[in-house]
């Protein structure tokens, strides 16, 4: 899983700064360019993935000895198992060695959701400036 994380990063993130540079370079402002807007979500959405693996394996492998072996707490299964905090949900994420230690940090859930929203806003704005722009050229040649 974390090979397929940083792959697309790899790919991702230098697709879309190469895409912003090329956006950010043309004469309108950059947030008008659909290329640029792309280059946003391609980012944006490469950190939202990210993010969302580092929650993922913050527990490790065996959340039983990183409970009691690094952070020297219980580890309580049976209330893991009746509130549903057994790291089993793709969002949000929750993993936790007892009632109050928690694995996945306090800022993954809302990154994730800050970061997803703001890759589906950019790409739906591409998609609209894609779109005004093909409409705008049929109304120029029809008249």
């Not at 970061?115 to 005004?132: G, K, Q």
């Amino acid at each position: 899983m974390f090979n397929l994380v940083f792959t697309g990063l790899v790919l991702a993130i230098p697709a879309g700064l190469l895409m912003l540079r090329r956006g950010a370079k043309r004469p309108p402002p950059w947030h008008k360019q659909p290329v640029a807007l792309l280059g946003a979500a391609l980012i944006s959405g490469s950190l939202a993935v990210m993010v969302w693996g580092f929650g993922v394996f913050s527990g490790g492998l065996d959340v039983q000895e990183t409970c009691e072996l690094t952070l020297h707490t219980t580890y309580d299964q049976a209330w893991r198992d009746r509130t549903g905090a057994d790291g089993t949900s793709y969002f949000p994420l929750s993993d936790a060695c007892n009632e109050h230690v928690s694995l996945v940090p306090t800022w993954v859930n809302p990154a994730i959701l800050i970061l997803a929203v703001l890759a589906i806003s950019a790409l739906f704005l591409a998609l609209f400036r894609i779109a005004s722009a093909i409409l705008h050229r049929k109304e120029l040649v029809s008249s």
